[in-house]
């Protein structure tokens, strides 16, 4: 994918709207009847079954897969739900784990009507794939486990050309990406199909508190392209900005500035040995905008700080988990988790917390 120039693009302040109102309304919107999971590999083609929406329609393990949602009208799912019988506003970001519907932190999400866009552009539902990272602004249902998203929101974290490469990790962009037995390929059978030189695109999780590690949910090898992306922080020093070391030039380079982590995307300037920035794209997981009271928030991620008073950061999310201190207790820096409760301005109040296994 050559992404040439991007917007600052985040979760708009209509999408909060659309979950305040869904939070209010407690109408369910999904389509009664029977429901209808795509099952695939490979290609993602896969033969339409009825059947439960809490079943998983993925089959495959990780490594080299294809598959991906189905085109609007056969991917989605149906609610089991008829329209009046309650649903909440829900705010939902982790790696997609299953199609037949989008499943995103265990939530099965009829996607047919939602609004989608990978690295800031309007894509089809067909562009998704399993492992990327998304963003999922709509409505879960009273039974707990489907719902209705409104927008879809993807972005990637890396793409360029692969430099190191060691055991459970590679280098792109001068950011350090973890792989684990859970990360999905796409072009390499796997971890051991990794080189030097590879021209690879990266979805993941932020793995520490500077933003030069990262967990990869998803790797993409491919053909070399001219656009190139990094994320992290910038740093700032004697009027140059550099992102993992990066020199960053041009006039949009000016516009980024230190203690924000942030999604750049540029072309090489060999005659500057430097990143000329065209986009940039703020990585923050409250989109912007504070939540309405009442919407749910379900967020996955990785411990990168335990802080004093049962606190956390997640990624650079600072968490309360005040609430489930044994689960608190059990938490170490590096753990894949997932987090389900509400804002309280920049903080993320937990009211569960679930270790994942990778």
């Known amino acids: 994918m050559n992404h040439l120039s991007e917007p600052d693009l985040r979760v708009s302040r209509r999408h909060w709207i659309a979950l305040a109102i869904a939070s209010l309304s407690g109408c369910g919107g999904g389509s009664p009847g029977t429901t209808e999971i795509t099952s695939g590999s490979g290609s993602g083609g896969g033969s339409g079954f009825s059947g439960n929406p809490t079943t998983d329609a993925s089959t495959d393990s990780p490594g080299t897969d294809q598959q991906t949602a189905g085109a609007p009208g056969t991917g989605g799912t149906g609610s089991p739900n008829a329209p009046g019988t309650g649903g909440t506003g829900i705010y939902s970001q982790g790696s997609i784990s299953a199609f037949g519907s989008v499943v995103l932190n265990g939530i099965h999400f009829d ?142 380079a000016d516009d980024l500035h230190t203690g924000r982590l942030v999604r750049v995307v540029g072309r090489w300037d060999a005659e500057d040995d430097a990143l000329r920035v065209s986009g940039s794209h703020l990585i923050d997981v409250r989109g912007g905008s504070p939540a309405p009271a009442g919407v749910e928030v379900e967020i996955e991620g990785v411990v990168t700080a335990l802080l004093p008073g049962s606190r956390l950061m997640l990624g650079s999310t600072e968490v309360d988990a005040r609430a489930v201190p044994s689960i608190y207790a059990q938490l170490r820096p590096g753990m894949e988790i997932e987090i389900d409760g509400t804002w309280q301005g920049a903080v993320l109040m937990a009211r569960e917390i679930e270790i994942e296994d990778d």
């Open 111 to 252: 996607e047919r009507a939602a609004d989608i866009t990978i690295d800031g552009g309007s894509a089809p539902s067909d562009r998704l794939r399993l492992g990327m990272v998304a963003t999922v602004v709509g409505e879960r249902y009273a039974d707990g486990v489907s719902g209705r998203a409104d927008s879809i929101e993807v972005w990637s974290i890396a793409q360029g050309e692969v430099s190191a490469v060691a055991s459970g990790s590679f280098t792109v962009m001068g950011m350090n990406v973890q792989t684990r037995g859970s990360t999905f390929y796409e072009g390499v059978p796997g971890a051991a199909g990794m080189a030097v030189g590879q021209w690879v695109t990266v979805w993941g999780l932020q793995a520490d508190a500077q933003g030069g590690n990262w967990i990869a949910t998803r790797v993409s090898v491919g053909p070399a392209g001219e656009s190139m992306v990094g994320s992290g922080f910038v740093v700032e020093h004697h009027d140059e900005r550099r992102l993992n070391g990066i020199l960053l030039s041009g006039d949009r």
